[in-house]
């Protein structure tokens, strides 16, 4: 194994570990994702067909804030004692400290949406428990949290705090939610792959060159 | 090469934007030296610390660690260093021993042995009854204790301490000076900040004190702790209660 | 005593104010030179009218601002190889132009789009990437005003700028891949709802050619110089303040 791949894995089981314990991030995550789901089917009575294009909007919008809500806490763990300098201390790259820490939120926020996805399809008769949803949502999940890991590290740094990370996260992140919730919606009302599949293809760039830059930058985030 | 001091700056500068901390400090410290770095708060100390674990970059000079640059070399003398911070550098949802282990394997120790060393560091700091209870369910000085273990276990022979006393009560106090007493003796290179200047004279065989960004003084600790502090405030125009 | 730091020497360069000032008079006579020409020389549009006058400015709006924005990812990039504050210097002025000029390119699109489309706004692929930009750049000076300590401010805002330049790619690709923007693309083949594109006569080709080299090459560059001359003043008002204080 690299030092690279055994750091990250170091790194994501810690994260694993630690939130077995406490159950911190999850819980709130998913206590904020129901309740929003909740006011939302209050607040939109909507009709069957009204449903079917705006509830990939609503799946999406929690999704994201749930994010922000898991994020800011899991990289406040990192500062309350110091042990981010425990790990720029320690003989591994950069890179590496940043990619352990986003696949373990990346896999929170996963699992907050996939959750949520048969629970909306039996509230909102709409069926979203469907595969390409699913891949939907592990796609722009990634993108979410590989800037979202990135720009916490940095907002957690000013005097704002934690308040700054979704005005920072937001705009970043609309590009890849314009994406995932216009292909949502093409799947959800089965329009021809030709309607929605360019938008797939936007995600995944987009995606890639967030994860390249991010990566590339984390060092420069928490030096001093 | 054992003439080589291990650690060295030249002409170091740190600035905050506009505000200079350090301005041009010249230190040599040799292998096997006990130094405590003195000064009031925002003297510079901790920046300095900082710069020669790599944490922190300088903005003008020279900083070796064992021969090698820092902080463009950093990778090459991560090992060699222990560092133990005013900080915890522990998680609290962990076990003592998990989070020992972790280190382990941030360090790349090899995983046959690092169940003896994790047991053994945690012997050495006397929290081995405790190995698997939760870190957030010890005490600031135990903490500090599982703190020194995590620096200890890759045995780095550089201990960077950064106000290590704080926050500890008498009897921990008496722990932590007894651990690195011992760590002294087996030869490791020792720099330590503090402001509790009663210890100073039962460890360090240096004194250096900064003051506004440059080094003001550099002997040998007076043995009186009430001597030292008069140095210490003729130094820095402050006075500090030894 | 203390070392130079590069802020010092960015803070203390010649001004060259004489040059500035040059280059503000060519770009005023420039600016009204295309005024005129949008306003007398090019052909009126046979179906939309007068208000078709307005995409020569838009459209310069929208270009000054991607070569602003392009400005502060130089800026960005070039800050974290060489530490110099000049670099965030410049990084800072591209997006507070930037900012500027997409307003202009909102407004003058709104202004258009109400005969047009007869909707003031619409929540159009384009449109909606267009001002996800400007909310990007303005989180920037969010992002950057909410950290006090120098040195933490500019790497943060390097790094931000960098990213922040994938809203204005994807609003620059949206319109080409994405056939479901009624946004014209009157350079290139745009998308097959678009409406309100039309074709151009020379006189019109002529003058969109000239208005867009004033606002690219002339318009933002001066805007931004100033930006930074004033960057440089405020500076050294602070390093000032700090020197007194430490005599004090």
Redesign the interface.
């Known amino acids: 194994m690299t ?1 690279f791949a ?2 990250v ?2 790194i994501f089981l ?1 994260d694993m ?2 939130e077995w ?2 159950r ?1 991030l999850i819980g709130v995550m998913l206590l904020f994702a129901l309740l929003s789901v909740l006011v939302f089917s209050f607040a939109l009575e909507l009709d069957r067909l009204a449903r079917r294009e705006a509830i990939s909007g609503v799946l999406w919008v929690t999704v994201v804030f749930a994010s922000v809500l898991g994020l800011n806490r899991s990289v406040a ?1 990192e500062r ?4 981010v ?8 790259p950069r890179a590496a400290i940043f990619f352990g820490k986003f696949l373990a939120n990346w896999l929170f926020t996963a699992v907050i949406g996939a959750l949520l996805l048969p629970l909306m399809t039996v509230l909102y008769n709409v069926t979203l428990a469907s595969l390409p949803v699913l891949g939907l949502l592990l796609a722009g999940t990634w993108g979410i949290c590989v ?1 979202g890991t ?2 916490a590290s ?2 957690l ?4 705090g934690e308040a ?1 990370l979704p ?2 996260l ?3 992140a ?2 890849l939610l ?1 994406g995932t919730v ?1 292909a949502t919606t093409g799947i959800l009302t089965d329009a021809p792959v030709n ?1 929605w599949g ?2 797939v ?2 995600l995944l760039g ?1 995606d890639l ?2 994860t390249v ?2 990566m590339a ?1 984390y060092g ?2 928490v ?2 | 090469m054992s003439e080589r001091p291990v650690i060295q700056t030249r002409g170091l500068s740190k600035a905050f934007g506009f505000l200079p901390v350090l301005r041009g400090v010249d230190v040599d410290i040799p292998r096997g030296q006990f130094v405590a770095l003195l000064g009031a708060n925002g003297s510079g100390k901790s920046t300095l610390l900082r710069i020669i674990s790599g944490l922190t970059k300088p903005t003008q000079g020279q900083v070796t660690v064992g021969g090698w640059h820092i902080p463009d070399e950093a990778q090459h003398v991560r090992r060699q260093l222990g560092v133990v911070s005013h900080k915890s550098l522990v998680y609290p949802q962990l076990t003592a021993y998990e989070n020992l282990r972790f280190a382990a394997r941030l360090y790349a120790l090899p995983a046959a042995e690092t169940h003896e060393r994790v047991l053994a560091a945690l012997e050495r700091v006397g929290l081995k009854r405790r190995a698997h209870q939760l870190a957030r369910t010890f005490s600031r000085g135990m903490q500090q204790r599982l703190s020194i273990a995590r620096a200890l276990l890759h045995k780095p022979h550089i201990l960077l301490l950064d106000e290590p006393h704080t926050g500890l009560d008498q009897p921990a106090c008496a722990t932590l000076n007894a651990l690195l007493r011992e760590m002294h003796a087996d030869g490791h290179t020792l720099l330590m900040t503090t402001h509790q200047l009663e210890h100073v004279p039962l460890l360090a065989q240096r004194v250096l004190i900064l003051a506004r960004g440059v080094l003001a003084h550099d002997a040998a600790p007076e043995s009186d702790p009430v001597a030292l502090a008069q140095t210490y405030a003729r130094v820095t125009g402050e006075s500090i209660h030894a | 005593m203390t070392a130079a730091s590069p802020s010092v020497a960015a803070a203390s360069a010649p001004n060259h104010l004489g040059r500035l000032k040059a280059l503000t008079a060519v770009t005023a006579v420039a600016f009204l030179l295309g005024l005129g020409m949008a306003l007398a020389y090019a052909g009126t549009d046979a179906i939309q009218g007068n208000v078709q006058r307005l995409f020569y400015f838009h459209m310069g709006a929208f270009f000054g601002a991607f070569v602003a924005f392009a400005c502060t990812v130089v800026g960005g990039v070039q800050y974290l190889r060489t530490r110099n504050v000049k670099w965030d210097t410049f990084a800072l002025a591209g997006v507070e132009v930037g900012v500027v000029l997409s307003f202009i390119n909102l407004a003058t699109g709104s202004i258009w789009a109400r005969p047009i489309w007869n909707t003031w706004w619409t929540w159009d692929p384009r449109l909606t990437s267009a001002a996800v930009m400007v909310l990007v750049y303005i989180a920037y000076l969010m992002v950057r005003s909410g950290i006090e300590n120098r040195d933490t401010r500019h790497r943060f805002a390097a790094v931000y700028g960098i990213l922040a330049f994938s809203s204005v790619v994807f609003t620059l690709v949206v319109i080409r891949i994405r056939p479901d923007t009624i946004h014209p693309a009157v350079i290139g083949t745009g998308a097959q709802d678009a409406q309100g594109g039309f074709a151009m006569n020379s006189s019109m080709t002529t003058t969109l050619l000239l208005n867009m080299a004033v606002w690219v090459f002339l318009l933002t560059p001066t805007l931004m110089w100033w930006r930074i001359r004033l960057q440089n003043y405020a500076d050294r008002v602070t390093q000032r303040k700090i020197a007194y204080m430490e005599q004090g």
Do not use: H
Not at chain 1, 80 to 83: H, V
Not at chain 1, 85 to 92: S, T
Not at chain 1, 157 to 160: A, H, I, M, N
């Open positions: 030092v055994r750091a894995g170091a810690k570990r630690a314990r406490s911190e763990q309350e004692n110091g042990n300098d425990a790990l720029l201390l320690a003989p591994i800037t990135l720009l940095m907002t740094q000013t005097r704002v700054l005005i920072a937001l705009p970043i609309l590009p314009l216009r309607d360019g938008w293809g936007i987009i060159f967030y830059v991010c930058f420069v985030v030096e001093e």
